[in-house]
């Protein structure tokens, strides 16, 4: 669904590569997650997956799309379309309903059309209630799902959230969440660029990025098992984990993977 091959790119050509010599293959239906520090590269990656920025060197493939090929933008961002991290900034009309009709509009769908499908994906995000609402009435949870309804209702087989649950509150990190897995239940393909190594425990599979280079590749329970090269590259381990780590190391007899506190007491109080 989404290839890189010796990605490379430069903001500046004086300066180091935000993106170095980077290639993998993200499956259709798989739900990934992309982490590293603040300046590690994995937001720069976001947007040359969605062809915001162009590769200096190497390719990304989109459904087998190459973004280099200007012919095949417009079908690459409605393949792959992309959630940020601040809601204002994608929310666009004055009514719910106005601002998901927005992207279909300018697809050309027709209106009756279009109001099927803002009925969907109301109903996907759990926000038909909301449909007549003003948008600058919500709070930051629920804009982002109307966010998420906007970019849904463009039919897209691949959505990419760029650290879009940066700026929420924790009850709003969750309702974001369990729409990013009911998503991923429908069958579309997930990347998640996040900070929030719990959000990063629901994912099928995790790529580490260090100084624009891809450092790790494996699944939640493998990458988190590497807890001193992960502080390393200056990235948290879940407190959990570490947690079951250190019992580990004390003697008790623990079996990885551990994800919640109910995995862990399972172990100590069978």
Do not use: W
């Amino acid at each position: 669904m989404i290839t890189c091959k010796n990605l490379s790119f430069s903001y500046d050509e004086e300066q180091d590569p935000a993106i170095d010599d980077v290639s993998f293959t993200i499956e259709k239906g798989s739900f990934v997650a992309v982490i590293g520090h603040n300046g590690s590269g994995k937001s720069t990656l976001a947007r040359l997956i969605n062809a915001l920025y162009l590769p200096s060197q190497g390719d990304v493939l989109v459904a087998g799309m190459n973004t280099k090929d200007p012919d095949k933008l417009l079908s690459i961002r409605k393949t792959a379309g992309m959630v940020f991290q601040n809601p204002d900034n994608q929310l666009v009309a004055t009514i719910v309903e106005e601002d998901i009709a927005f992207g279909p509009e300018n697809l050309g769908i027709p209106r009756e059309e279009i109001g099927e499908r803002i009925e969907k994906v109301l109903s996907i995000v759990g926000m038909e209630e909301y449909r007549h609402r003003p948008p600058h009435m919500l709070s930051g949870g629920q804009k982002q799902r109307i966010a998420i309804a906007g970019i849904l209702a463009m039919e897209p087989e691949i959505i990419i959230f760029d650290e879009s649950t940066s700026m929420l509150d924790p009850s709003g990190r969750k309702e974001v969440l369990e729409t990013i897995k009911t998503l991923h239940e429908k069958g579309i393909t997930i990347v998640l660029i996040t900070h929030f190594m719990e959000e990063v425990l629901q994912a099928e599979r995790v790529l580490v990025m260090e100084q624009g280079k891809l450092v790790l590749d494996n699944t939640p329970a493998e990458i988190f098992t590497h807890m001193e090269l992960l502080k390393s590259y200056d990235l948290k381990v879940p407190e959990i984990i570490e947690l079951a780590m250190e019992l580990k190391k004390a003697g008790r007899d623990i079996e990885f993977p551990v994800f919640t506190e109910e995995d862990l007491v399972r172990q100590l109080c069978p």
